[in-house]
């Protein structure tokens, strides 16, 4: 009978764990210092070694013959916990006995030292499905279990777990494996298997398993089954139901310059072969978000998993549209991502999109108009000659008229003097961000590269953010982001300040109207004042 390769490729020692480095050095360490705890929590995603590492934690404390305080897995206790021969390891699964009489039985069996081993251990997994009177039986037990017992919970989900039990155990955080390190494991598992196997099949695997191991080698399985010699990056996207990089690559070349005609006909072909939609969308997102990834950061390759030379496709195509945009088209994607769930005809809701996207006048939301309006100033400030043919005003005769506004004089408005703390603040503002660069705070330093405008009240520094960046204003009026920018400021400086995150919008004073009209009025140097209708606040020619 054909034996799964996670299966096969279960981890026996702890330098078999990948990804998890943190957790096995410091288990090992209290086991070098005779410092075991009697109760543990492992918790993270599935498939990222929870149970693995319980596994090879019980054989390795009961080890006769342990080597650098790893199992042996040749010792009579090894072999027989490796085969359920001795039941001084029970593992338990609380998907399925999560009742109080189940865990009361446990409490009951607990009473009995090991058999052979030095140590009694409890795998509970999935430890979060029992039930209340089940946490409550259990909690006893914690408190005041014997010498000889330990208890390893593992779950996916922590947060459902009662913080009485919390408190008794040492919590482990397993993270999600790397593409790298995943890719890595499989090509040994090629290598044994004398698999030949391209590297961005593995690449397309690992970025799909989502960081965890057990699901890649899962997919691997599949892909040997369906290959046999020689695994292809196309037998994969097949298998996998996704689209390729150079698909995304070119619908969001599509949507970038406009081109609706190449983008329906792109997502047609994409129908035809009878991809997913919701899988599609997905994928379509995470490029988008790579491409903001490649306008806010420098660390790309750490925070992009993806090969080399994909990335510096990703740059190239990054510097051909701004971030603004990018972040418009995230939000209208995962919009549709969110309706699509319960729409008849998925393809239309995503056609609309597609069409929205790669034709800015169809789209009328605010910020869109927003938009529509800052490029006609642009045209003004640049200079343009305008020609008109229109039946329906004045003109019937159909005569062109043409303005020209490139050299109207410029009004020169008058600029308040700066407060001397901003002024210090804008001078200290690249050195304000390098120390948080340095300091592993890239995240907030990428956000704070958005802010350039600063005004000053009552000792508190308000950092204007703009109106499309409501999000970088949230985040950054947490208490523990302000209070780190805080204390980043003041030491720079040397100043004693408070700090405020702000939208430019909320920093005006009763000039709307005013702007309306100068809006207006810009509008009229452009267009004839008989195409132009004021409708709630909205322009519209």
């Not at 729409?343 to 529509?372: A, C, G, H, Y």
């Not at 005006?508 to 132009?532: A, C, R």
Request: glycine content about 2%; overall charge negative.
């Amino acid at each position: 009978m054909h034996k799964a390769l996670y299966r096969v490729y279960r981890p026996l020692k702890f330098e078999d764990v990948i990804g998890q480095e943190h957790i096995t050095k410091t288990i090992k360490n209290q086991i070098d210092n005779n410092s075991i705890a009697h109760a543990y929590l492992f918790s993270g995603t599935r498939g990222t070694g929870k149970t693995s590492t319980a596994k090879i934690f019980a054989r390795a404390v009961n080890c006769i013959n342990p080597e650098d305080h790893e199992p042996c897995n040749e010792c009579e206790i090894c072999k027989g916990i490796l085969n359920d021969s001795i039941m001084d390891v029970i593992e338990i699964d609380a998907a399925s006995n999560n009742g109080v009489d189940d865990i009361r039985e446990l409490r009951e069996n607990v009473k009995y030292p090991p058999t052979k081993g030095k140590y009694k251990v409890y795998i509970i997994d999935e430890v979060h499905m029992l039930s209340q009177g089940a946490f409550n039986a259990l909690l006893k037990t914690l408190e005041e279990p014997p010498y000889y017992i330990i208890f390893i919970l593992a779950t996916t989900e922590a947060h459902k777990i009662p913080a009485t039990i919390l408190s008794r155990c040492q919590k482990y955080d397993f993270k999600r494996v790397k593409v790298d390190d995943i890719v890595t494991r499989m090509k040994k598992i090629c290598d044994d298997l004398d698999i030949q196997v391209e590297e961005k099949a593995l690449n397309l695997i690992a970025r799909n398993a989502g960081g965890a191991l057990r699901d890649a080698l899962s997919i691997l399985d599949q892909c040997v089954s369906y290959s046999e010699d020689e695994i292809k990056y196309s037998d994969v996207v097949n298998l996998l139901g996704t689209v390729n990089i150079d698909f995304l690559f070119d619908m969001s070349k599509y949507i970038i310059e406009e081109d609706t005609k190449q983008a329906l006909e792109l997502l047609n072909e994409l129908i035809i072969c009878g991809k997913d939609i919701k899988h599609f969308l997905t994928d379509l997102i995470d490029h988008f978000r790579n491409l903001m990834v490649c306008k806010v950061s420098h660390e790309l390759y750490e925070i992009i998993n993806l090969p080399v030379e994909t990335i510096d496709l990703l740059k190239n195509q990054a510097d051909g549209i701004d971030l603004n945009s990018i972040i418009e088209i995230i939000n209208l994607l995962s919009e549709t991502q969110n309706n699509i769930k319960y729409s008849s005809n998925p393809r239309i809701s995503l056609e609309i999109t597609i069409m929205k996207l790669s034709q800015p006048v169809l789209k009328l939301d605010d910020d869109s108009i927003i938009n529509r309006i800052q490029n006609i100033e642009n045209v003004i400030k640049n200079g343009v000659s305008i020609s008109r043919n229109d039946n329906n005003i004045e003109n019937k005769n159909n005569i062109s008229r043409n303005r020209s506004i490139k050299n109207e004089p410029q009004v020169q408005k008058t600029k308040k003097p700066k407060n001397p703390d901003v002024l210090e603040i804008e001078n200290s503002w690249m050195q304000i961000l390098e120390y948080m660069k340095n300091d592993k705070q890239m995240s907030i330093q990428a956000m704070l590269k958005e802010i350039n405008d600063f005004e000053m009240e009552n000792n508190t520094l308000i950092m204007l953010v703009d109106d499309n960046f409501k999000f970088i204003k949230d985040r950054l009026n947490r208490d523990e982001e302000k209070s780190y920018i805080k204390s980043v400021i003041n030491n720079i400086t040397g100043q004693n300040i408070n700090i405020k995150i702000e939208l430019k919008s909320n920093m005006v004073n009763n000039s709307t109207n005013d702007q309306e009209d100068e809006g207006i009025k810009i509008l009229e140097n452009v267009f004839p004042k008989e195409m132009i209708q004021v409708k709630d606040s909205i322009k519209e020619t």
